[in-house]
């Protein structure tokens, strides 16, 4: 069964400080990562996404990694701000073919960011 | 501004009654998707689809039906079958023509059941 865990569940950092977020997955085969943004109360935005020959990629000061090989995650976040506060998804896709639109998407369950000034 | 509306943002309804979530969007995406978010669970998909007047259920579509007769609306009936219906409910799209186009999320609606 595909599986996608983030750690931690919760993190509260202060303002200026840097953070780091993990997601391992058990997804196979692999299709591509994305990571999303979610502010309380509305809709997820995405932020980056990741396929199997990307190892790092940044978005601003957020930057994410991939080892394909030990099927592993993080998104490192760098001099937080209060608008940093929200959940970050973690989103697999596997690489069968059918399904939605070219292969199923597993979600974490998110890790909740709280910076505090 | 190209987007996804869903309306209302907050629904109230007692047991047995049927309810429905709306959700138009206007980026002309082909696929349509809907998720349903629970505290410390990953979202689960309930519903989608990619043409018009076709779709298909997801993992957990019990108690649930849609319907797509225009592109732009998708909108989801939460039926008096559904047994746990209090849930934050997210509408999506996306182009099928990528595997690595993203979802674009509407806001949500949180409906509460009692």
């Known amino acids: 069964k595909n599986q996608v865990e983030q750690s931690p569940q919760s993190l509260i950092i202060l303002e200026g400080k840097n953070c780091t977020l993990q997601?391992?997955?058990?997804?196979?085969?692999?299709?591509?990562l994305r990571w999303y943004k979610q502010d309380t109360g509305r809709g997820p935005v995405s932020l980056t996404i990741?396929?199997?020959?990307?190892n790092t990629k940044s978005n601003g000061r957020y930057t994410a990694t991939l080892d394909a090989d030990t099927k592993q995650s993080s998104l490192h976040i760098t001099a937080s701000q209060l608008s940093d506060s929200a959940s970050y998804i973690c989103?697999?896709?596997?690489?069968?073919?059918?399904?939605?639109?070219?292969?199923?998407?597993?979600f974490g369950q998110g890790t909740i960011l709280t910076v505090h000034p | 501004d190209g987007g996804i509306t869903q309306s209302p943002k907050y629904l109230f309804r007692k047991e047995g009654q049927n309810v429905t979530l709306s959700c138009e969007q206007n980026?002309?995406?082909?696929?349509m998707y809907w998720y349903r978010q629970d505290p410390g669970q990953g979202l689960r998909l309930i519903y989608y689809?990619?043409?018009?007047?076709?779709?298909q259920k997801g993992d957990i579509a019990e108690g649930y039906s849609v319907s797509r007769e225009k592109k732009e609306s998708f909108p989801l009936t939460v039926t008096s079958a559904q047994k746990n219906p209090t849930a934050f409910y997210l509408c999506?799209?996306?182009?099928?023509?990528?595997?690595?186009?993203?979802?674009?999320f509407g806001n949500g609606t949180r409906l509460t059941v009692t």
């Open positions: 990741m396929t199997f020959s990307e």
């Open positions: 997601c391992n997955y058990t997804v196979s085969p692999f299709s591509n």
């Open positions: 999506a799209s996306s182009i099928i023509r990528t595997k690595n186009s993203p979802l674009h």
């Open positions: 989103v697999v896709r596997d690489g069968n073919a059918g399904g939605t639109s070219y292969g199923k998407l597993t």
């Open positions: 689809s990619q043409i018009v007047n076709d779709f």
């Open positions: 980026l002309n995406h082909d696929a």
